[in-house]
């Protein structure tokens, strides 16, 4: 059974910094594109950022500058350090993984919450 677990959320005050943690746990043969997506209240989930296998990595607009995502392809894990947050940062982050154990396919962590407010 793969799981994936988050961890790093909390409540922080704008212009501060959180790094936010996933790793994949169980029997994987390889690790595709991994990823954030958020979800605020009463809105849809929408991609964060996604790093390939490779490293090559996609931003959404509202986060460039501010948000970096790296993974560790050893430890099958990702990570998203969020400097300079907003208010509007505000939502449940998921982990995103594509993974194989035997066919390809998407994975979700259980969210992990991230509160901007002074």
């Known amino acids: 059974q793969v799981q994936l677990v988050e961890s790093g959320g909390g409540l922080v005050q704008p212009g501060g910094s959180l790094r936010l943690s996933c790793a994949a746990s169980g029997i994987i043969f390889r690790v595709g594109a991994m990823g954030w997506y958020r979800q605020a209240p009463g809105k849809q989930r929408e991609l964060v950022s996604t790093?390939?296998?490779?490293?090559?990595?996609n931003y959404a607009d509202s986060v460039k500058g501010r948000f970096t995502i790296s993974r560790d392809n050893a430890k099958n894990a990702v990570y998203l350090q969020m400097n300079s947050l907003k208010p509007e940062d505000t939502a449940v982050y998921y982990c995103?993984?594509?993974?194989?154990?035997?066919?390809?396919?998407?994975?979700w962590g259980q969210g992990t919450p991230v509160t901007v407010s002074s």
């Open positions: 995103n993984a594509y993974i194989s154990v035997g066919s390809m396919r998407s994975y």
């Open positions: 790093v390939t296998s490779g490293g090559i990595t």
